[in-house]
């Protein structure tokens, strides 16, 4: 089979930002407790903080990390997690039916955030909470001045303001299992509000409007249209949630993640824009998909013995090589409509539906989607180019996505600072694909580095004692460059990369 990619110089989708590559910490199952946090583990830090996972974290270049929640920010009040820890309330959390403790709050979180060079996309609950604890919470994180609430922060130990700039109003509202299940009308009216009290403590921040929590909610589409109608001037984004999953044991449908994704984005983006030209208006509303990834092998309740306990295992997905083409492929999907989304956050960061592990007083590993997400997150930030790809097709049968699949899907990454070309090609056929890439208006120099994941058995997984899943380095004698011609062969259900030196 032959692949055929060409790009163009002139012709550019737009830019990929940093913010693309962002991650989520809920307080649930083990993300918290018994994850990032555990201050008896022989790797914690002063603040008892694992540093193994904040290595990894590190590693994956998360530039935002979506919090507190998820279904958590729905019952949770953010005045339990502050000030002096003893002190701190023990509640039931019914989201998730488990104990939260309120060891860490907010200003252990950006402690912790500062550890990992990422900062915060903070989640208000909107649900069950007021506009004025909204507001209050905007006070003790950002404001200068002096202010009950800015006093408090300055008596718990930041002189500082922290400074957080992104604001979600809220957590997938339009959700009956929510806690404060809102209707559209409601939400719009209540998220206005809130939007106007925390822009008054500080006018800098930028905030995201809950959309859909999927696209199969009988309210997709219209809850866009009327919230938007509500807080077009206030919010900068539309969040919305995907999450993909291979349920009918169907691999080429589950392969077509990547086009699910782009027409759900595009729906997104519509949504945005039939408001703009309802209000007259020329401004553009970002895409925030700010959770994402393969969730459907764990369970969504605790296991009896495991209810109302702190950090007891909850959706612990274990990810598999297909996994590491899905969620390969939602990343170029992401960079294909980076013109309109701008954060997307990987739900979530560790042990709960996550690429790191960590075992209780031991180990931290890698999981198979961690080295997608890691080579993308490294090698693609900068110009995203126009992908034109020629490739023999497939019916993919998912609903809701462009009925032809092509084989190969790939995106093509302008580094201008570097002088670089990445290259991002899967090849979906159970066969060898011959694949070239041409490079119209560029001059190449050299393949700076060519690596592939690529184990043909689809259920490989990894282990805190196994690797069995992880990138490896194509041999030279597999691709040649010939002027800006570049060619190689992908092996069958493969991830690639290639980065070719370009002149400036
Ligand atoms: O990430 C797990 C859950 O998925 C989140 O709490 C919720 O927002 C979504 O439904």
Avoid at 122 to 130: C, D, E, F, I, S
Avoid at 206 to 228: K, N, P, Q, Y
């Amino acid at each position: 089979m032959q692949g055929k990619l060409t790009v163009n110089r002139m012709f550019t989708v737009g830019e990929a930002e940093k913010n693309l590559f962002g991650g989520f910490v809920e307080h649930m199952g083990r993300c918290v407790y018994n994850g990032l946090y555990e201050p008896s583990h022989p790797a914690a830090d002063e603040d008892g903080f694992r540093k193994d996972v904040i290595d990894l974290i590190r590693e994956l270049d998360m530039p935002v990390t979506r919090y507190p929640g998820g279904n958590f920010v729905s019952g949770y009040d953010w005045k339990d997690g502050i000030g002096e820890v003893s002190r701190r309330p023990l509640r039931a959390e019914y989201a998730w039916n488990a104990l939260e403790p309120n060891r860490i709050g907010l200003d252990e979180f950006v402690k912790w955030c500062k550890k990992v060079n990422s900062e915060i996309l903070y989640a208000v609950n909107l649900n069950t909470n007021t506009p004025k604890s909204a507001q209050e919470l905007v006070e003790y994180a950002n404001f200068a001045g002096r202010g009950h609430w800015s006093d408090r922060r300055r008596a718990n130990g930041s002189a500082e303001p922290h400074g957080i700039k992104l604001w979600c109003l809220g957590n997938e509202v339009d959700g009956e299992w929510q806690i404060g299940h809102m209707t559209a009308a409601e939400y719009g009216r209540v998220a206005h509000e809130t939007a106007k009290m925390m822009k008054m403590v500080d006018p800098d921040i930028r905030l995201c409007a809950c959309g859909s929590s999927t696209g199969d909610m009988a309210t997709f589409g219209s809850w866009e249209i009327e919230v938007l109608r509500h807080l077009f001037k206030d919010v900068d984004y539309l969040s919305i949630h995907m999450y993909f999953s291979n349920r009918d044991k169907d691999l080429p449908k589950y392969l077509s993640v990547p086009e699910q994704l782009d027409s759900r984005l595009r729906a997104a983006v519509a949504a945005c824009d039939a408001v703009a030209a309802e209000k007259r208006s020329v401004k553009k509303i970002m895409i925030a998909l700010d959770e994402w990834n393969v969730w459907y092998r764990g369970s969504v309740v605790y296991a009896p013995e495991d209810r109302w306990q702190c950090g007891k295992p909850l959706n612990e997905e274990i990810y598999d090589m297909s996994d590491v083409l899905v969620v390969g492929g939602a990343l170029l999907s992401m960079l294909d409509n980076c013109d309109r989304l701008k954060i997307a956050c990987l739900a979530q960061s560790v042990n709960v539906i996550a690429p790191i592990m960590t075992v209780n007083g031991g180990k931290c590993w890698k999981q198979t989607i961690f080295y997608p997400f890691r080579e993308t997150s490294r090698f693609g930030r900068g110009t995203v180019l126009r992908s034109v790809v020629d490739s023999p097709v497939y019916a993919g049968g998912a609903k809701f996505c462009t009925p032809e699949i092509q084989f190969l899907r790939t995106a093509a990454v302008w580094r201008q600072e570097a002088g670089e070309i990445t290259v991002f090609a899967i090849n979906r056929a159970a066969e060898k694909m011959e694949f070239s890439a041409e490079l119209q208006g560029f001059e190449c120099t050299q393949v700076i580095d060519a690596i592939e994941i690529a184990n043909p058995d689809m259920d490989a997984v990894n282990s805190a004692e196994k690797e069995a899943v992880a990138p490896e380095k194509i041999a030279a004698d597999r691709y040649s460059l010939r002027g800006n011609q570049f060619v190689s062969e992908l092996k069958p259900l493969s991830w690639n990369m290639f980065r070719i030196r370009v002149k400036s």
